[in-house]
């Protein structure tokens, strides 16, 4: 994958520039509209299956704690956000003594209380979380991640001109790991993560690129197992994290389609 930001090289000056005006080819424009019909369309059935989920994890999920609502309500103020510890955040959160499948469950619950949806191409440094349930190439995948939480670091185009937005989708990855690469990637690039601490930003990390995040992370977390490609306008209903929520979406696990979380991780020991 690293041959992605010497894709990027050539056109840095273009790339930006259509990142800030929009697209300029006829396919792009197609593609963007795509993309609104797309998100216009599900967006009430995705309402809709929020408020269903959501009075299904107060059921069978006990321990929605006003700690979680309080994190997700909160204004940080800046003493808070130099002194925020994401490590710590992650071990001490209240999902952490719980199991897996309840703690994921409340995490996204929190997590669709968020009116941060966007329809815009993806930019590097943002962490998203987003329905995928159609792969364009499905029928090639010997499994995805219906939900991914991806970083995303760029786009790139294919030889047809169409854009892809790639990035690391977090879910590939198991927990110990995952936390090694999220706490790597906030310490490393902390002032760009306190600029979108309480609301998300649409302003891109110009530092975040594949070559970069494989230097700063272990080569024990097998980063390449968990980088991904999606085509703009098959993305679903999108979040785009603010900092404070992280610890939170952290402990959301993938919705995978041909396999389970428990397959998933052992293909990454085996990668």
């Given amino acids: 994958m690293a041959f992605l930001k010497d894709k990027n090289n050539d056109n840095d ?39 269903a989920r959501k009075k299904f994890v107060r059921k069978t999920t006990p321990g929605a704690t006003p700690e979680l609502q309080y994190i997700v309500n909160h204004i940080y103020s800046l003493e808070e956000i130099k002194n925020f510890d994401m490590l710590e955040n992650i071990d001490a959160s209240a999902l952490a003594q719980k199991g897996g499948h309840v703690r994921s469950k409340l995490a996204y619950k929190f997590i669709m209380q968020m009116k941060n949806i966007t329809a815009r191409y993806l930019l590097p440094g943002q962490i998203c979380l987003f329905s995928y349930n159609d792969p364009k190439t499905k029928d090639q995948l010997e499994y995805w991640d219906k939900n991914p939480l991806t970083l995303f670091f760029g786009t790139f185009r294919t030889q047809n001109g169409d854009i892809r937005e790639i990035g690391l989708n977090l879910h590939y990855y198991p927990p110990y790991a995952r936390k090694q690469i999220l706490v790597k990637v906030y310490e490393t690039f902390k002032s760009y993560f306190e600029k979108c601490f309480n609301s998300p930003t649409h302003k891109p990390n110009a530092l975040m690129d594949y070559r970069t995040l494989k230097h700063i992370i272990s080569k024990d977390a097998k980063i390449a197992f968990g980088v991904k490609e999606y085509v703009p306008s098959l993305r679903g209903i999108t979040y785009v994290m603010p900092t404070k929520l992280l610890p939170i979406a952290f402990y959301t696990e993938g919705r995978f389609s041909r396999a389970t979380i428990r397959q998933v991780q052992q293909f990454w020991r085996g990668f």
């Fill in 13 to 51: 000056k273009n790339s930006k520039a259509a990142l800030k005006k929009g697209p300029r080819r006829a396919s792009d424009v197609y593609e963007s509209t795509q993309r609104r019909v797309h998100v216009n369309k599900y967006k009430q059935k995705h309402l809709e299956e929020v408020e």
